[in-house]
């Protein structure tokens, strides 16, 4: 199993990025996927989840701004994050169980300016 994210970047107060994270080994059909963030001072957290049937869950402070989908065809799942604010600033994981193991991304840097 492989996760490889990637489209982190810098963006303005108010503006929008996509990242996204290409799985190999896994099958998207059945997997669910989690996207989780470290932001400076605080330990990692759960951002947001979505089933293998394309069912996605929120955390409170992104509910409403932040959109996770997923791509069958590209093995490829993604984050779209509207109206950034600063405190959205970290690097942002990719994350799977799968098969009775722990996989994450390598994790891609989202920096938002004020």
């Known amino acids: 199993v492989q996760l490889q994210a990637s489209g982190g970047g810098l963006v303005q107060a108010g503006g929008s990025l996509r990242i996204s994270c290409r799985t190999s080994?896994?099958?998207?059909?059945?997997?669910?996927m989690d996207w989780h963030r470290q932001t400076p001072g605080h330990e990692r957290e759960l951002v947001g989840t979505?089933?293998?049937?394309?069912?996605?869950d929120y955390q409170d402070s992104v509910k409403g701004r932040f959109s996770i989908s997923r791509d069958y065809a590209r093995n490829t799942i993604y984050l779209q994050m509207n109206s950034l604010q600063p405190e959205d600033t970290g690097v942002y994981y990719c994350?799977?169980?799968?098969?009775?193991?722990?996989?994450w991304g390598q994790g891609t840097l989202v920096t938002v300016s004020s």
């Open positions: 994350h799977t169980f799968y098969r009775g193991n722990e996989w």
């Open positions: 080994g896994v099958n998207n059909r059945t997997a669910t």
């Open positions: 979505i089933t293998g049937d394309g069912r996605a």
